[in-house]
């Protein structure tokens, strides 16, 4: 058989860093350690072969919203110079090949939970994934500047899965770690859009700071960062955990506030002069990191 | 540049590969969470 030139990279088999690709792995990074947390913070301890696989179905939930995720943005990554190097942009896989590996493995993270630990976070995982993909990708994102706000649900479930997975019901103290990734992501992500919001005008997403200007976005973030740290403080004042944890969301909170102040007063238009705004943008992952590590520490301490 | 045909064959047997230790894993995670849950008497 004559040998054939590589010319079009789509018409082979995907390559598996492709596959993984998809699954977007920083995010899910993020998304694995709270839900973790919510599982470690629960009063009940599960054997570690359940735990691991709690764990597992929701890297994999996350994976499967990635995937489709990727899948419905293919044309709008292609438009963005973050994203255009994506497997389904750049050409090196088809959409359908996406769409049939991000069903697949939604279908597989919820039915593996529920067999292994219990339906209800089974449900909730349903819940995660579906709000994630219909809610915020196909419904939100591509028509309100509030995409991120609601949107914020999608990233805020983990730790009450993991919560679920490990007691079988909802109670006060995940309840508040959904409240506070809930609150935690619009200034995460519009701090992000600020740097980037040229990438975001091209592609046409209505970003807070492509509709409503870059002076209000900045206010908007201060304005949300109050909340998420009362949030955040919140289950101290209600007695759920101990002092530990309360005194270093306090100060992780306080610098996060004084970060999104900086930002505030930033007048600067041009992403290179964005500091104040790339600071807040990496300081607010390692906060959440920070409080809910600390929050596993202080249960730890308290039993 | 690639022969199409050689990458094509190398991308296969590299995600049979992988495909093969996912599904072997699978099976050893089914039969622990089988093990543990019969231990917790669910």
Excluded at chain 1, 195 to 209: C, E
């Amino acid at each position: 058989m004559p040998a054939i030139e590589l010319t079009n990279p789509a018409a082979l088999p995907a390559d598996w860093r492709d596959i993984l690709a998809l699954t977007k792995p920083r995010v899910m990074s993020l998304v694995v350690f709270t839900g973790l947390c919510g599982l470690l913070v629960a009063p009940v301890s599960l054997p570690l072969v359940l735990g691991f696989t709690a764990i597992l179905c929701i890297a994999l939930g996350a994976g499967a919203c990635g995937a489709l995720n990727q899948w419905y943005e293919a044309d709008i990554d292609a438009k963005m110079r973050r994203t255009a190097k994506r497997p389904l942009p750049a050409g090196r896989m088809d959409r359908q090949s996406a769409l049939h590996f991000g069903v697949g493995l939604a279908f597989f993270s919820v039915l593996l939970m529920g067999l292994a630990t219990n339906w209800l976070a089974a449900a909730l995982l349903t819940a995660s994934i579906l709000f994630y993909v219909l809610v915020y990708t196909m419904w939100l994102k591509p028509r309100t500047a509030q995409n991120i706000v609601i949107g914020g649900a999608a990233g805020a479930f983990p730790p009450l899965i993991g919560w679920v997975a490990a007691t079988g019901h909802v109670s006060a103290l995940p309840l508040f770690l959904f409240a506070i990734i809930f609150l935690w992501t619009p200034p995460h992500f519009w701090a992000l859009s600020l740097f980037v919001r040229s990438d975001y005008a091209a592609a046409g997403i209505p970003m807070l700071p492509v509709v409503a200007g870059v002076s209000n976005t900045r206010r908007q973030i201060f304005l949300y960062s109050l909340p998420m740290a009362a949030a955040a403080v919140a289950p101290w004042f209600m007695g759920l955990t101990g002092s530990a944890y309360g005194a270093s969301a306090a100060v992780l909170s306080f610098v996060f506030v004084v970060l999104a102040a900086r930002v505030m007063a930033n007048r600067a238009t041009e992403p290179a002069q964005m500091a104040p705004e790339k600071k807040l943008f990496a300081y607010s992952v390692f906060y959440l990191f920070a409080l809910f590590a600390v929050l596993v520490a202080d249960r730890w301490l308290a039993w | 540049m690639v022969k199409l045909e050689e990458e094509v064959v190398r991308r296969q047997r590299q995600r049979a590969r992988i495909l093969a230790w996912l599904l072997g894993g699978f099976v050893v995670l089914m039969f622990l969470i089988t093990i543990a849950k019969t231990g917790m008497n669910w």
